[in-house]
């Protein structure tokens, strides 16, 4: 059972643009929800992230947004940029059998366009 | 700081060879992660350690892979005997205390190929 699903394996946009990542979720134990971003040949870093006690959370030109109620999360990037061109990936962590370690999703690879 | 320093960066092997993967975490963090990536599952998370001490092995695919953290500055991730289906890339990473918060630094990745 896949705890946390990135349904979209892919998405291209235009520079310029807005991306919008969606990831969502179904333990309900889950309190903390990350964005990583990963280039080719190199390990994930950090992006965003977001507790469940709020609904949403800005830094530049990326904010996450959190429906605790539908369990999902979205990554808003605008506007995109070609260097933004990388697999994404959502994450999350939590309570009990959750706490210290965090569940990834599969990663949506977003393509920029020039 | 360095980083999360792993090695080695790609390792070719024989199958029915010993592989061992190694992992330096940021000095300082006190939890280490050890995922693996395919195409088909995603990332993994095959075993993470807290103060030296693993915490949850359930991920570790079956008794060909060991993991040990005998101090706070190094880890090793071992394949014995390894095979064809374990290429993969396999990631270290660490953070700092256990809470639930935590943001983890991943290493660059060891790439194996096991022919």
């Known amino acids: 059972d896949q705890q946390v699903k990135q349904n979209s394996p892919s998405l291209s946009v235009q520079e310029g643009r807005i991306s919008i990542l969606n990831c969502d979720y179904t333990?309900?134990?889950?309190?903390?929800f990350l964005w990583y971003k990963k280039y080719p040949a190199e390990g994930p870093t950090f992006l965003i992230s977001?507790?469940?006690?709020?609904d949403k959370n800005e830094d530049g030109r990326f904010t996450v947004f959190l429906n605790k109620s539908a369990k999902h999360l979205s990554l808003h990037i605008v506007p995109s940029q070609p260097g933004d061109s990388a697999v994404y990936f959502c994450?999350?962590?939590?309570?009990?059998?959750?706490?210290?370690?965090?569940?990834f999703g599969d990663g949506t690879t977003l393509t920029v366009k020039p | 700081d360095a980083g999360v320093i792993q090695s080695p960066r790609h390792e070719v092997t024989e199958m029915g060879q010993e592989v061992t993967l190694r992992c330096k975490p940021i000095?300082?963090?006190?939890?280490l992660f050890w995922y693996r990536q395919t195409m088909m599952r995603g990332l993994e998370l095959l075993i993470y350690?807290?103060?030296?001490?693993?915490?949850?092995d359930s991920g570790m695919p079956e008794d060909r892979f060991s993991a040990k953290m005998p101090n706070a500055s190094f880890s090793t991730l071992k394949i014995q005997p390894s095979e064809p289906r374990d290429s993969a890339v396999y990631f270290c990473?660490?953070?700092?205390?256990?809470?639930?918060?935590?943001?983890?630094?991943f290493g660059p990745g060891t790439r194996l190929t096991v022919l």
């Open positions: 990473a660490s953070s700092h205390a256990g809470l639930a918060a935590d943001t983890q630094y």
């Open positions: 333990n309900s134990m889950f309190d903390y």
């Open positions: 977001i507790s469940s006690i709020k």
């Open positions: 994450a999350a962590s939590g309570l009990g059998t959750n706490a210290g370690k965090s569940t």
């Open positions: 000095s300082g963090h006190n939890s």
């Open positions: 350690f807290n103060n030296n001490v693993p915490i949850d």
